[in-house]
């Protein structure tokens, strides 16, 4: 049995309905890019931020560049006051289903 890469991503406290989401500033569907559960988003896809160690951090100081998947997921939506609120680069973990 294959198994399905699938991301969270955990929603603000204050996140209310309705609220657009964008991966990598590109408006995703609700139930065609992801779905919500328990106050959490779900992708059926593979989703990572990138987190750049010392080593890292100290090439990319001389120049030399270290490519790798860095997703940003940003929840836009309406406080219940009216004003407009938007979390940006949220927290990503992968599981397996």
């Known amino acids: 049995m294959a198994t399905v890469a699938q991301s969270t991503v955990p929603l603000p406290s204050d996140v209310r309905s309705p609220f657009e989401v964008y991966v990598n500033g590109v408006l995703q569907e609700p139930m065609v890019d992801y779905q919500v559960r328990g106050g959490a988003l779900v992708f059926a896809r593979s989703m990572r931020k990138d987190k750049v160690s ?3 951090w ?3 100081a ?3 560049g270290t490519y ?3 997703d940003s997921i940003d929840v836009r939506w309406t406080r219940e006051d009216g004003s407009q609120a938007v979390a940006q680069r949220l927290e990503v973990s992968e ?3």
């Open 54 to 56: 010392g080593w890292r």
């Open 58 to 60: 100290a090439l990319g």
């Open 62 to 64: 001389y120049g030399v």
């Open 68 to 70: 790798r998947q860095d």
């Open 95 to 97: 599981v397996s289903d």
